[in-house]
């Protein structure tokens, strides 16, 4: 029993260190998402596109990320609530990935929304893709 513990000891340590690195990102990422939503709000998407992975910016066009940003503000209006209801965390060898869902409630209707970041060198979360489903989007 004393030699399993000596190589299960480690690798528990491990994962808890882990798990606080990877608690510590989601808190980062959620303060990512509220200002995503303060941007939207205000209609400054610019903002989001500059500080955007380019991983982003690789998968669409300025004027396309734009353009599907001021649908959302103007056919749901601004955010009135968000609340977390789903989270994935996945390392790989191209850097550590955050998925957040989000339902969110806007003035005009509400959506599901999902953000994945990257975490870059400094450890600061990065967006690499958006994505909302709302059916009051698209009747709207």
Same mark, same amino acid.
């Given at each position: 029993?004393?030699?399993?513990?000596?190589?299960?000891?480690?690798?528990?340590?491990?994962a808890?260190?882990?798990?606080?690195?990877?608690?510590?990102?989601?808190k980062?990422?959620?303060?990512?998402v509220?200002?995503?939503?303060?941007a939207?709000?205000?209609?400054?998407?610019?903002?989001?596109?500059?500080?955007?992975?380019?991983?982003?910016? !690789?998968a669409t @066009?300025?004027?396309?990320?734009?353009? *599907?940003?001021?649908a959302?503000?103007?056919?749901? =209006?601004?955010? #009135?609530?968000?609340e977390?209801?789903?989270?994935?965390? !996945?390392?790989? @060898?191209?850097?550590?990935y955050?998925? *957040?869902?989000?339902?969110t409630?806007?003035?005009? =209707?509400s959506? #599901?929304?999902r953000?994945?970041?990257?975490?870059?060198?400094e450890?600061?979360?990065?967006l690499?893709?958006?994505?909302?489903?709302s059916?009051?989007?698209?009747?709207?």
């Amino acid at each position: 029993m004393n030699r399993l513990a000596r190589y299960l000891v480690p690798f528990a340590v491990a994962a808890m260190l882990a798990g606080c690195g990877v608690k510590e990102s989601f808190k980062d990422a959620s303060q990512e998402v509220a200002q995503f939503h303060a941007a939207l709000d205000a209609g400054k998407w610019q903002g989001l596109w500059a500080e955007a992975s380019p991983e982003l910016r !690789n998968a669409t @066009t300025r004027n396309k990320f734009g353009r *599907l940003l001021d649908a959302v503000h103007s056919k749901l =209006g601004k955010v #009135t609530a968000s609340e977390q209801v789903g989270w994935n965390a !996945n390392a790989t @060898t191209g850097g550590t990935y955050l998925t *957040l869902t989000m339902r969110t409630t806007f003035e005009k =209707g509400s959506g #599901t929304e999902r953000f994945v970041y990257r975490k870059d060198d400094e450890g600061k979360p990065k967006l690499v893709a958006y994505n909302i489903q709302s059916q009051d989007m698209m009747l709207n």
